[in-house]
T-cell receptor, first 113, second 114 residues
Framework: DAKTTQPPSMDCAEGRAANLPCNHS???????VYWYRQIHSQGPQYIIH???NNETNEMASLIITEDRKSSTLILPHATLRDTAVYYC??????????????FGQGTILTVHP | SAVISQKPSRDICQRGTSLTIQCQVD?????MFWYRQQPGQSLTLIAT?????????ESGFVIDKFPISRPNLTFSTLTVSNMSPEDSSIYLC???????????FGEGSWLTVV
């Protein structure tokens, strides 16, 4: 079973910030939070990941709460091309388990004009 | 970043036949994995492709049905054996260079069994 809970769908207006929440209340201290997105029938695209600090890259920002039980992915200026399924995943940081990802159903983000 | 190429990108196969999917990474990676995505579903991990040894399969997946090879640090194959229409899925390869590093995915191989 996936270790994360996400809303099944969200809408966002083009040009506005898209804030996608994720609950991972059972996360352990050595697990990373990963975000991927999948545009119809393509391979998952890496967005961002973090352990406990907030992270930012050219695509998005990741805000992780201090207790690490939830996080928010922020797309600062959503475009129509950001319409996709967004997956929040926790992954063991060490050993041979790292990289073995358990995908939930994700959040279908629809960006509309 | 790592670029992962998969071949074929899509294929239509007859039931009872087998198909081998190739995954090539543009640089050496530590770990490689194979996933399946059935129509309308999320991704499910099939197995870890271990370099130089037998793959490690997840519950519900067996070597006879999904034999995997990984002869070196940049290449792996997944064979879908004795295919049935239920095997119609997207098969995806992923890889990373070690704990904490980004985990990349290929574009997938879309398999339809008729």
């Amino acid at each position: 079973d996936a270790k994360t809970t996400q809303p099944p769908s969200m809408d966002c207006a083009e040009g506005r910030a898209a804030n996608l929440p994720c609950n991972h209340s059972t996360i352990s201290g050595n697990e990373y939070v990963y975000w991927y997105r999948q545009i119809h029938s393509q391979g998952p695209q890496y967005i961002i990941h973090g352990l406990k600090n907030n992270e930012t890259n050219e695509m998005a920002s990741l805000i992780i709460t201090e207790d690490r039980k939830s996080s928010t992915l922020i797309l600062p200026h959503a475009t129509l091309r950001d319409t996709a399924v967004y997956y929040c995943i926790v992954s063991d940081a060490g050993g041979t388990s790292y990289g073995k990802l358990t995908f939930g159903q994700g959040t279908i983000l629809t960006v509309h004009p | 970043s790592a670029v992962i190429s998969q071949k074929p990108s899509r294929d239509i196969c007859q039931r009872g036949t087998s198909l081998t999917i190739q995954c090539q990474v543009d640089s050496q990676v530590t770990m490689m994995f194979w996933y399946r995505q059935q129509p309308g579903q999320s991704l499910t991990l099939i197995a870890t492709a271990n370099q130089g040894s037998e793959a490690t399969y997840e519950s519900g997946f067996v070597i006879d049905k999904f034999p995997i090879s990984r002869p070196n640090l940049t290449f792996s194959t997944l064979t879908v054996s004795n295919m049935s229409p239920e095997d119609s899925s997207i098969y995806l390869c992923s890889a990373h260079r070690g704990p904490g590093n980004t985990i990349y995915f290929g574009e997938g191989s879309w398999l339809t069994v008729v």
